[in-house]
């Protein structure tokens, strides 16, 4: 093997090792971040008493910040982390046992929810910025929690509950105004740290002869 040739496999080695140490801590942080809103005080609503919580805030702001892969990532690890015990979910709780409870539905579709949140957030960050950009980071995230999260809730409420179909998709009713709002939030921030941080969603080529 060549010198030149060496040092150009160091260089491509070295940015693409770098790059995934920054994505593993990224989602550990983001996954910390999901822990630490999951501890604000939850308000029980509707016949299933499942909680008004900030979690979706903190969901759909992973999706919008990191990306779908990189969102659905630190979802996921939280999620694992509270299914193996952990009391990260809302009300302190954690263990398996919370998937026979109302809430099932909704902590299930928290991944998709990212990533669905990430992929519109990966294009519209290509294609637009400022209001434009908030504009199509809240109706990405808000779709998504109504394709995904507020299906896959209703279902779940249906199922542990006890509860007909129609009764529990009226019950899920009185999550939309705060979903409304904390989509609007989570926009709102994730076009702030986009605009601090430009490349946080774009792979970009780095230059061998740049790479020391």
Request: charged share 10%; net charge positive; with cysteine.
């Amino acid at each position: 093997m060549t010198q030149a040739h060496s040092t150009a496999s160091a260089g491509l080695t070295r940015p693409r090792s770098a790059g995934r140490a920054g994505d593993i801590a990224l989602i550990a942080v983001f996954a910390a971040m999901l822990a630490a809103f999951a501890m604000m005080p939850p308000v029980p609503v509707g016949p299933a008493g499942v909680p008004i919580t900030l979690q979706t805030f903190a969901i759909a702001l992973c999706g919008m910040v990191l990306g779908p892969w990189r969102g659905a990532g630190a979802t996921l690890l939280y999620v694992l982390l509270g299914l193996l015990g952990l009391p990260i979910f809302s009300g302190m709780n954690g263990g398996i046992g919370v998937l026979a409870g109302p809430s099932a539905g909704y902590i299930l579709s928290f991944t998709l929810y990212a990533m669905a949140a990430g992929f519109i957030a990966r294009w519209a960050v290509r294609r637009s910025g400022g209001l434009k950009l908030g504009a199509a980071l809240f109706l990405g995230g808000f779709a998504g929690s109504l394709v995904l999260n507020h299906p896959l809730g209703i279902l779940g409420m249906s199922i542990n509950a006890d509860l007909p179909l129609g009764v529990a998709a009226v019950a899920d009713l009185a999550y939309w105004p705060g979903d409304i709002i904390k989509n609007i939030l989570a926009a709102s921030v994730a076009v702030l740290i986009h605009r601090a941080f430009p490349d946080v969603l774009r792979r970009r080529g780095v230059s061998v002869e740049t790479v020391k």
